[in-house]
């Protein structure tokens, strides 16, 4: 059974120095966006949704205070919050299957697009609009979002089958990765330390040298 986790190279990409991994079922190179691109483009979706909600919430509220929807909602607290919650949650569905289906704006933003790290496949309208909806339900997905930019991982989500890639890579604009520096000074340096060893004089046997 293949890990679900996404499979480092030793390559990085030619443009941003970040390392290329491997879809865990395809086997293709993709480079996630950095942590920070990645956080303030999720944060400009946030601000879409609430930005809509608002506007729909205050034309609602305004609709019923002119008596325009009657009085059911403006002497019923309970209907007027459930159509409160019913616009909430309708907008958070609908730009989540936009985001599922095409990218958000916060995707057009920071150059990136959230896909699945088993074969990059993107999660579709549905799946999109369901996962919006469970963001919504984690206020320690805030937290976790601000530890991820700062440990620059750039993770999608929560979810770890989901990852956010760069756009604006080298690979995602035809670039070939190459070879971790890190990686190849490490790999260097273990082999000019294993030749210094079998170079090293026999310390606890017999010398080259030595008589019988």
């Not at 059911?72 to 958070?92: E, K, P």
């Not at 995707?107 to 799946?127: F, H, K, P, Y």
């Not at 606890?204 to 030595?210: F, I, L, T």
């Amino acid at each position: 059974m293949s890990s679900k986790h996404a499979r480092s190279t030793g390559l990085v990409d030619a443009v941003t120095g970040r390392p290329v991994l491997r879809y865990t079922e395809t086997g293709n190179y993709y480079v996630r966006k950095g942590g920070w691109a990645h956080f303030w483009g999720r944060t400009l979706d946030a601000l879409v949704v609430m930005a809509v909600a608002g506007i729909l919430m205050a034309v609602f509220n305004s609709l019923v205070q002119n008596g325009t929807l009657g009085y059911t909602f403006m002497f019923s607290t309970g209907a007027f919050y459930g159509v409160i919650a019913a616009i909430w949650f309708g907008v958070l569905f609908g730009y989540g299957m936009i985001c599922g289906a095409f990218g958000g704006l916060g995707d057009a933003a920071a150059g990136m697009r959230g896909v699945r790290v088993s074969d990059g496949t993107t999660s579709g309208a549905w799946l999109g609009g369901w996962r919006a909806v469970c963001w919504s339900f984690a206020p320690v997905y805030v937290i976790l979002a601000i530890g991820a930019a700062l440990s620059g991982s750039g993770g999608d989500s929560i979810d770890t089958k989901f990852a956010a890639i760069d756009l604006r890579s080298g690979l995602a604009r035809g670039q070939q990765p190459i070879p971790d520096p890190k990686a190849v000074a490490e790999t260097e340096a273990a082999r000019a330390a294993d030749a210094e060893r079998r170079n090293l004089p026999n310390l606890y046997g017999r010398r080259p040298d030595a008589g019988s």
